[in-house]
């Protein structure tokens, strides 16, 4: 009997800290598998080492690396980065906030459109409503 399996060497940052049974159970669901007995986990601090034994780790790896991106089980443990035998194969971005501060007149210049659509949305309401039980009559 030939063994052609081969392991992946995962290391998961994450936002906070996590059981490893937990870590166990979002791969074993992300790469679809009945039993997860090919799979370990261990966790130190907010980063968890995960070793996957499988017959295509390439495969495992992509699957997973594309979980992350997608609304997933994976996703649930917020991992902040993803590397796989030493190499960072996913960092989580950081949110982009708007600098400009709170300034009123600031907002009220980068929307002026939408004082003249909150204006004249009514407005065209009105109009219409008066012309059609004009026509009407």
Excluded: H
Excluded at 78 to 89: D, E, F, K, P
């Amino acid at each position: 009997v030939l063994d052609c399996t081969d392991s992946l060497s995962l290391v998961m940052t994450t936002a906070t800290v996590l059981p490893s049974q937990a870590v166990v159970s979002a791969v074993c669901k992300t790469l679809g598998q009945s039993s997860c007995s090919n799979i370990a986990a261990s966790v130190v601090d907010n980063e968890a080492t995960v070793t996957v034994t499988t017959a295509d780790p390439i495969s495992a790896l992509v699957t997973i690396r594309t979980a992350l991106s997608t609304p997933s089980t994976i996703t649930m443990l917020r991992i902040t980065q993803l590397s796989a035998q030493g190499a960072v194969v996913y960092i989580q971005q950081a949110l982009v906030i708007d600098q400009l501060g709170g300034d009123l007149a600031l907002c009220a210049e980068r929307l002026w459109y939408l004082t003249f659509l909150i204006l004249l949305l009514p407005l065209m309401y009105v109009v219409t409503r008066y012309l059609y039980r004009r026509g009407a009559a």
